[in-house]
């Protein structure tokens, strides 16, 4: 059977298959070839039909190509990344956002904007940043107070569906309380999403996906600090940023930097003077 490992703690795995959970331990070869299992890898387990019960130990047979992977935390086929950003206190940084978009989606990891604390307050200024990305076909999700509406909520069930996520945000923006809300076994106070999703420090060998809706996992990945974007090179910053990607294909030059070259046909578009001026500074921090 196929399944996607969701769990590890000292060698010890547990593989999702469908919707049954097999305790299972890789084949010595993996071992043998350095080879390390981690959440989120899609493997092919032998089930142990000689003996009764889901603690019996299964096998793993064999390990897929992976489409991504982390460092931190060891992550593999990340199909999401929800982006929790607060509007204020603290103030939107939609450059650290733009940043992180990026980053992702060169790795074909699609992102989910979450702007919380709108019960706060909408600047003219704040309201006109988030609708562009609205206008970009981004994912956008605004939440006011401590829940969600109930179309939002759809809205994030279907995205995550069959899916795997990963969250992240800096400090302060919420994301403890956008956790409890979606899942309220999490019960997080402010500071406490390390601890309780496998991140403390008495846990550092465990490492885990958890479901927040029917067939909806997530991972916390607090911090970020293996990510880079000195990882990226040029090109990849050219065709995904944003959502340039959708009109860099029709750039005259394949190397087309979206600066001064003639037949650039992200210079056609009408991007606002604040995505081009991230976009700049993202080349001169790579730089």
Known sequence: MIGRVIYSSGGNYRVLVKNDTFN????????????KII?????????NENKTGREELNTITKLFERKNEFQRPNISNVDNVILVTSITEPNLNDYYLDKLITIFQSRSIKPILIFTKGDLGISKDHKKI????????????????????KEEMVNLKNWTKD?????????????????N????????????????LGRGKHTTRHSEAFEIFPNSYIVDTPGFSSLDIKELDKSLICWNFFNFEQFANNCKFNNCQH?????????KQTYSERTMINYKKLLEELD
Do not use: H, W
């Not at 959440?39 to 089930?47: A, H, N, P, R, Y």
């Not at 988030?130 to 509406?149: H, M, P, Q, R, W």
């Open 24 to 35: 299972a331990k890789p084949l010595g070869i993996f071992r043998k070839s350095n080879i």
């Open 39 to 47: 959440v989120g890898d899609i493997v092919e387990i032998q089930v």
């Open 130 to 149: 988030i609708d562009e990305y609205k206008d970009a076909n981004f994912k956008v999700i605004i939440t006011y107070g401590k829940s969600l509406e």
């Open 163 to 179: 899916k795997l996520s990963i969250i992240t945000g800096q400090t302060g923006v919420g994301k403890s309380t956008l956790l």
């Open 181 to 196: 809300f979606l899942n309220d076994k999490f019960n997080l106070k402010t500071g406490e999403i390390s601890k309780v």
């Open 259 to 267: 600066s001064n070259e003639k037949g650039c046909n992200i210079k």
